[in-house]
């Protein structure tokens, strides 16, 4: 089964700065997506940004970028030039396209950013 | 961009009855639907897996009398929560792929129901 860890439970930045999201993973398999989801307080899933593990340059998406070590099983997310609508929880997430056609997704426990103004 | 509306928003009911939860792909279809559930400031545990025309499979640990999932069309989905209890007050999230996108196409997520049992 795969697993997905997020060992920031809480991470604040200050407004215009940078900051970085870390995402760990483990699966045996070698074809497989990664995303990032953004919960803000609305409770909405808001897809930020998304990877496909055979594609070795990093995915990125105006300010969100990844950064994506295969080998390593990171994909942690840049956010920069911070906003305060960047403020919300996010969840790192892996897929897998099973035979079948349905995808499972597994979530990270989420990391609560805070953008300070 | 892919619309998932998911109804209703919030409920509030008695212990002992029983909540529907509708989820549907307003401008796509999806074969699959998933369904999470949300505790507070935790991150969402997938409950079931709903196949249209075909039976729900369930994550371990779910009880599939108490959560039954209907899919009966390619855009719509239902959660029943039967003899609903106060452990079962949480939030809850549909989400769906669009049959015809990409292999990396990601969840469509609903705007989640937030369910209160008193």
């Known amino acids: 089964a795969q697993t997905v860890t997020q060992s920031q439970p809480e991470m604040s930045v200050q407004e215009a700065e940078t900051v970085t999201l870390s995402c760990t993973y483990d699966?045996?398999?070698?074809?497989?997506?990664l995303f990032w989801y953004k919960q803000p307080p609305s409770r909405q899933m808001i897809l930020v940004i998304r990877?496909?593990?055979?594609?070795?340059q990093n995915a990125t998406e105006n300010r969100f970028s990844v950064n994506f070590q295969k080998a390593a099983k990171s994909f942690s997310l840049k956010i920069s030039d911070s906003q305060l609508g960047d403020t919300a929880m996010y969840f790192c997430a892996f897929m897998k396209p099973p035979p079948g056609g349905y995808q499972k997704v597994t979530f990270g426990i989420g990391t609560k950013l805070q953008v300070i103004p | 961009g892919a619309v998932v509306s998911q109804h209703p928003s919030r409920v509030i009911c008695k212990s002992g009855t029983s909540v529907k939860i509708e989820c549907r792909s307003l401008d796509f279809q999806a074969t699959t639907m998933f369904w999470y559930r949300q505790f507070p400031k935790q991150s969402l545990m997938l409950m079931a897996t709903s196949n249209e025309g075909s039976k729900a499979t369930y994550e371990q640990g779910v009880e599939k009398d108490k959560f039954l999932i209907n899919h009966a069309s390619l855009t719509l989905s239902t959660l029943t929560v039967t003899s609903a209890h106060p452990e079962d007050s949480s939030f809850y999230i549909c989400s769906a792929r669009d049959i015809s996108g990409l292999g990396n196409s990601p969840l469509h997520f609903g705007n989640g129901t937030r369910l209160t049992v008193t």
């Open positions: 990877q496909e593990a055979y594609k070795q």
């Open positions: 699966t045996s398999e070698s074809n497989y997506y």
